[in-house]
């Protein structure tokens, strides 16, 4: 038996499997020279599963478990509404049975894959309607999606999520697949979903990541002669213009797509030699179209290339430093240290997740994209980020707390608490609705 594995980082893992006995079975991939050898064993333990994933480099006998489970790792989508410094619950989106697999939000439209393994619908919630559902089955087939490409676009002034589903894997180089466009209302045609619109990519929105323990992976992107481009299975559509400080060198090995909106493009750059200094740090420039002039700059940024998002004419970032001595990130005492059926274990996550690589200081920074304003809130905590920035307020989250500043001139000013509870470690969007 065969199997094969896809991620939103567009990592690609071809596996063999064995059942060495009825209630185990074992994943183990091909072992390459030189690089490291992937094993995952799933094991029945009455009615819990439990499951580790394991790797070796070559040359090496014993395997390395470098993450471990067990139970239910499917999590519901909730819409709250803030009530007397509380959560109050409006409506459960996708149930904690399903699971959600993946969210995308622009403007006013939240869209929701689920359920987590097998995703056959996308459920919609509208910000200005919170409390009305609107489901979409749009994978009857049961394909499998393919994260990495996952997206939003707005044609016409409608935003459609696009879902590229794997039709055919077996040729490792070159998989096929379709392309189901989801509309978030209903379109003349009278159909919500339309087959392989590629070109619609050319009209990208994202707001790029959210913060938290679990990281989201930017678009990934080619520089293609003179264009920034998507290549998504057999199909590739130019997205924009290469910026003229790429065209000639030949250090940039690719590129990642960090925010889209219809004025700007943010893209980032990956190079064959980044740049590490004896702090440990990492600094680069952002390349960014502004399309109403189109004139494409460069912003500076510090850390290692950190979480972006965007936000009108702010860009959002969630500060990173390199952290080889894998030290503890401030504020791990604070987190959630306990797991639920709706609730993870924020604590584990950043335990077995980010500081195996990466420091987060608790350093936020919003730098504005026409004015070249930049601040920044320090919150001591590494589980922070900010959740809306607008023309003079900004609202962010530090733990299970969110708070609201005003914007004045280049600092922030008069914050306030506007919500505490349990459940805001997994609050990523916040938005107004009447």
Partial sequence: MKAIYFDNEGHVIHYDVSAPNPTT??????????????????????????????MRMSGQNEWKSYLEW????????????????????????????????????????????????????VSIVHTNKPEMVDDVVFNPQELIPFDAAVSVVVVQGVPFELVPLIVDAHDRAHSTGSLASISE??????????????????????????????????????????HVAMSIFDQHIIVDNVPAALRDTQRATGCFIEGASDRFLVLGVAYLDIPLSVTGTFSEDLFVHDQSRNLWNQTHIEGMPPDYRLFGSWLAQTIEQANPQHQIGPGRENER????????????????????RLLRPGILVLQNLDDARKLRIET?????????????????????????AKIVGDKFDSPVQLVKDDDVPEVHWIFWAE
Wanted: proline share 5%.
């Fill in 25 to 54: 079975a074992i994943f183990l991939s091909e072992a390459p020279h030189p690089g490291p050898q992937f094993r995952l064993v799933y094991e029945l333990k009455g009615s819990i599963m439990s499951g580790q994933f394991q």
């Fill in 70 to 121: 067990s139970g239910a790792n499917s999590y519901p989508v909730s819409v709250y509404e803030i009530s007397g410094y509380k959560l109050k619950l409006v409506r459960e989106v996708v149930s904690q049975a399903d699971g959600v697999r993946m969210i995308q939000a622009w403007d006013d439209v939240i869209f929701a894959i689920h359920p987590h393994i097998t995703s056959t619908a």
């Fill in 185 to 226: 209302r209903p379109i003349e045609t009278g159909s919500r979903i339309q087959a392989d619109k590629w070109k619609q990519y050319s009209q990208l929105r994202t707001e790029g990541e959210i913060g938290g323990p679990e990281r989201m992976a930017s678009l990934i992107c080619t520089l293609d002669g003179d």
């Fill in 337 to 356: 240290n306990l797991r639920t059926d709706r609730l993870p274990d924020v604590q584990a996550l950043y335990t077995w997740g980010i500081d195996r």
């Fill in 380 to 404: 001591g905590q590494e589980d922070s980020e900010i959740l809306w920035a607008g023309a003079d307020s900004v609202v962010y989250r530090v733990n299970d707390t969110i708070y609201q």
